[in-house]
């Protein structure tokens, strides 16, 4: 598709359960960022890759957030164990840009509800 | 602490009028601001950016103004129109030399433009 595009636009899970959220970024973008937007906040940075090089995982909250891109294109956000504190919206955006972050082309986003 | 702010959580405007949107950084490592608009259920759009070196860009009906002394930037509409109704984002990045950085956002302004 022309867009970055993310599965599932929602989650509900019960405490405790793993999830995992997809993203499929714009064809031909090498970066791609992982963003939590909380209720009333801000998007706030997770993770960033460029191709299939995780080169900044500084803003993953625990160690029970995991992040891949294997080939380069299709990235997964696997987060184990949910909390309730992990209920956010999980924004992934990806971008032309090499070395330095530009313009960033965001997906709309998957909601995730922890019970 | 955050190192982007946008103290006015909402703003309400009539239509034909100008929206003033402002936001301030303390990072004085920054060189790079965009703004991002959001409607709910999507996903962050890019508006317009501007560089460190420039003090204004404009865009159409859209101009962010950065000054830099007081660590402070505006967006501009005008004149604001029934579908400028949305959240808009501030966004700030820095360059590391080599390392890409990421995008840190404030925690936006809703903007209610009445026809």
């Known amino acids: 598709g022309a867009g970055v595009s993310q599965s599932p636009r929602y989650k509900v899970a019960k405490r405790g359960q793993d999830v995992a959220l997809r993203c499929d970024p714009i064809s031909g973008h090498v970066s791609l960022f992982w963003y939590q937007q909380a209720l009333g906040q801000g998007p706030e940075f997770l993770t960033y890759f460029q191709n299939e090089a995780q080169l900044d995982k500084s803003g993953l909250p625990s160690d029970r957030f995991f992040a891949e891109r294997p080939e380069g294109s299709v990235s997964t956000l696997k987060i184990q164990r949910t909390q309730q504190e992990d209920s956010a919206v999980y924004l992934c955006a990806s971008s032309l840009e090499y070395f330095r972050v530009g313009e960033l082309f965001f997906g709309e986003g998957s909601r995730l509800t922890v019970l | ?115």
């Open chain 2, 1 to 115: 602490d955050q190192q982007v702010k946008q103290n006015s959580p909402s703003l309400s405007v009539q239509e034909g009028r100008i929206s003033i949107l402002n936001c301030d950084y303390t990072n004085s490592m920054f060189d790079y601001f965009l703004w991002y608009k959001k409607y709910p259920a999507e996903g962050p759009t890019f508006l317009i950016s501007i560089s460190s070196i420039k003090d204004k860009n404009e865009d159409g009906r859209f101009t962010v103004f950065l000054n830099k002394s007081a660590k402070h930037l505006s967006l501009h509409i005008v004149p604001s129109q029934p579908g400028d109704s949305a959240v808009y984002f501030c966004a700030a990045s820095a360059y590391y030399g080599g390392s890409q950085g990421n995008l840190i956002f404030g925690k936006g302004t809703k903007l209610s433009v009445k026809p």
